[in-house]
């Protein structure tokens, strides 16, 4: 790989609006996993088997999704690079995804609003979020080749990524309040509505404001194909990385503490009334 100009400094406000896609992904990620159980057994009425279910299947398939995207876009090249075409791609898509998420049919029978549960959680957390998150991530390692600075663009996602958290726990009830109970469905679409915006927002600044500089070159190649790194290899550089570790770890902070938050709603209202 190679710096396209031989540039490797990142503009300050590249690496601030870079934190950007980490915001919006909290918007949808943070709420499905601290909001969607409730939404789903105390709003839409589902059964907590049913529930259960549909989380279980999503989280195997995330799995399959994952690697089959990370694949799409190692293969995709473009004049504006291999990652920053699939944010600009995924904004609508995003913002539809988090709002139907949230929605559900009022005409629908019950078992039908299950199957529609199933498919809009499967379709945004395991498809469209994970189609715009692999391209995100990968973005740290075309924007710049300078360690230092991947560790601050690494930085940026993981303040922002705590933030949106943090954001999300405190306001959603207090946004789907504004526009009327806990209990109805609307309330809950309406306030997606606003995270869809706010998220496309955030995604349209981040895709403006980027530029993948690492570009592949001859270099790269052997024998007309890419030079593969054996795979221990790869797992030792990541666990010497300490930007990597340090991430790592807030990620799985951050998932622990979403967990615990989706617990939340249930004791204020059923102990704490």
Same mark, same amino acid.
């Given at each position: 790989?190679?710096?396209?100009?031989?540039? =490797?400094?990142?503009?300050?406000?590249?690496?601030?609006?870079?934190?950007?896609?980490?915001?919006?992904?909290? #918007?949808? %990620?943070? &709420?499905?996993?601290?909001?969607?159980?409730?939404? +789903?057994?105390?709003? /839409?009425?589902?059964?907590?088997?049913?529930?259960?279910?549909?989380?279980?299947?999503?989280?195997?398939?995330?799995? %399959?999704?994952? %690697?089959?995207?990370?694949?799409?876009?190692?293969?995709?090249?473009?004049?504006?690079?291999?990652?920053?075409?699939?944010?600009?791609?995924?904004?609508?898509?995003?913002?539809?995804?988090?709002?139907?998420?949230?929605?559900?049919?009022?005409?629908?029978?019950?078992?039908?609003?299950?199957?529609?549960?199933?498919?809009?959680?499967?379709?945004? #957390?395991?498809?469209?979020? &994970?189609?715009?998150?692999?391209? +995100?991530?990968?973005?740290?390692?075309?924007?710049?080749?300078?360690?230092?600075?991947?560790?601050?663009?690494?930085?940026?996602?993981?303040?922002?990524?705590?933030?949106?958290?943090?954001?999300?726990?405190?306001?959603?009830?207090?946004?789907?309040?504004?526009?009327?109970?806990?209990?109805?469905? =609307?309330?809950?679409?309406?306030?997606?509505? /606003?995270?869809?915006?706010?998220?496309?927002?955030?995604?349209?600044?981040?895709?403006?404001? =980027?530029?993948?500089?690492? #570009?592949?070159?001859?270099?790269?190649?052997?024998?007309?194909?890419?030079?593969?790194?054996?795979?221990?290899?790869?797992?030792?550089?990541?666990?010497?990385?300490?930007?990597?570790?340090?991430?790592? &770890?807030?990620?799985?902070?951050?998932?622990? =503490?979403?967990?615990?938050?989706?617990?939340?709603?249930?004791?204020?209202?059923?102990? #704490?009334?």
């Amino acid at each position: 790989m190679t710096e396209n100009n031989n540039v =490797s400094s990142v503009p300050i406000g590249e690496k601030i609006t870079y934190g950007f896609g980490n915001l919006a992904a909290n #918007l949808m %990620i943070t &709420t499905a996993n601290g909001f969607i159980t409730y939404f +789903y057994t105390d709003v /839409v009425g589902l059964t907590i088997s049913v529930v259960g279910s549909i989380l279980l299947f999503a989280r195997v398939f995330d799995g %399959i999704t994952d %690697i089959l995207m990370g694949a799409v876009v190692d293969r995709t090249s473009t004049a504006k690079g291999k990652a920053r075409p699939w944010i600009k791609r995924m904004i609508l898509p995003y913002a539809l995804a988090l709002i139907l998420l949230f929605t559900s049919p009022s005409f629908l029978p019950q078992e039908m609003k299950a199957v529609y549960a199933f498919a809009t959680y499967v379709i945004s #957390l395991a498809g469209v979020y &994970t189609m715009t998150m692999v391209p +995100y991530n990968t973005m740290l390692g075309t924007t710049t080749s300078d360690s230092k600075e991947r560790g601050f663009l690494s930085t940026s996602r993981t303040i922002f990524g705590f933030l949106g958290a943090f954001l999300v726990n405190g306001i959603v009830l207090k946004v789907v309040g504004m526009f009327g109970n806990v209990t109805e469905a =609307s309330s809950w679409t309406k306030m997606a509505a /606003v995270f869809a915006l706010v998220s496309a927002v955030l995604l349209t600044i981040l895709y403006k404001n =980027s530029k993948e500089r690492v #570009l592949e070159t001859n270099e790269d190649y052997v024998d007309g194909q890419v030079e593969k790194v054996p795979v221990m290899d790869n797992v030792k550089a990541l666990f010497k990385n300490k930007y990597w570790i340090i991430m790592i &770890t807030t990620m799985l902070i951050g998932f622990i =503490s979403a967990g615990l938050g989706g617990i939340n709603i249930y004791y204020a209202q059923y102990i #704490l009334g």
